[in-house]
């Protein structure tokens, strides 16, 4: 069965820590994305990367960053972590490449709740 | 404008009974519509989604979309619910131009005993 695998579920930083989030997809997928879910809000893209060390910024970039050194992995990074970070954040995979990946829909992770104090 | 838009954020339904979830799409976004499921605790899973063909798209657990254009509308429903179809849905769309999904704000589905 095919997996995304998000390293925590439940993860409480202080503010102003560096915080990262990882990502780990086994079906070689090119394509990894970064949502965060918040009520009322839906899903909000915050970065995508269609192949190693390339990134696309998303929605809602500010205050995040990627790292993506190998294939199967795509890290969040929080820089300073603030309170209004604190959201559940979704990694997602998808294949082929190019431009009708979306046609085939997106593998997700279950998903980091992440909390800022 | 908001690309994909869901336009009941809770919906409590009984058991057995029918259900609608509605979606409308803007302009902004191609008429490659999606609807995820996410049950608690737990990722987004594909439902079903609608590429082109037959307006009427059948997915899993019993459920189905129709993709109308004039109304640009892709609602989800199903005849008959259950206790375990309790989730939040979500419609989604592709971005025109972009290479990414853009999701709604999502609807609580509650089915009561």
């Known amino acids: 069965d095919v997996k995304v695998t998000q390293s925590s579920r439940y993860l409480v930083k202080r503010t102003g820590e560096k915080v990262f989030l990882e990502c780990v997809q086994d079906m070689d997928h090119e394509n990894m994305f970064w949502y965060r879910q918040d009520p009322g809000l839906g899903l909000r893209l915050i970065y995508f990367?269609?192949?190693?060390?390339?990134?696309e910024k998303g929605d809602i970039p500010e205050g995040y960053s990627v790292s993506r050194e190998k294939k199967e992995r795509f890290s969040l990074i929080l820089e300073s972590a603030s309170t209004n970070q604190t959201s559940m954040y979704l990694c997602?995979?998808?294949?082929?490449?190019?431009?009708?990946?979306?046609?085939?829909?997106?593998?997700f992770g279950s998903g980091t709740r992440l909390t800022v104090v | 404008a908001q690309s994909v838009t869901q336009l009941d954020s809770q919906v409590p339904v009984f058991e057995e009974a029918p259900v609608e979830l509605r979606c409308n799409y803007s302009s902004s976004v191609s008429v490659y519509l999606f609807w995820y499921v996410q049950y608690p605790n737990q990722g987004l899973q594909l439902l079903l989604k609608?590429?082109?063909?037959?307006?009427l798209v059948k997915g899993i657990n019993g459920f189905e979309a129709e993709f109308n254009k004039s109304q640009t509308s892709f609602h989800l429903r199903k005849p008959s619910v259950h206790i375990s179809d309790t989730a939040e849905y979500f419609c989604?769309?592709?971005?025109?131009?972009?290479?990414?999904?853009?999701f709604g704000t999502g609807t609580r589905l509650t089915v009561i005993p």
């Open positions: 990367s269609y192949d190693v060390k390339m990134k």
């Open positions: 609608y590429l082109s063909g037959s307006t």
């Open positions: 989604a769309a592709r971005k025109t131009g972009a290479n990414n999904l853009f």
């Open positions: 997602a995979s998808s294949s082929p490449g190019g431009n009708i990946t979306y046609k085939y829909g997106y593998t």
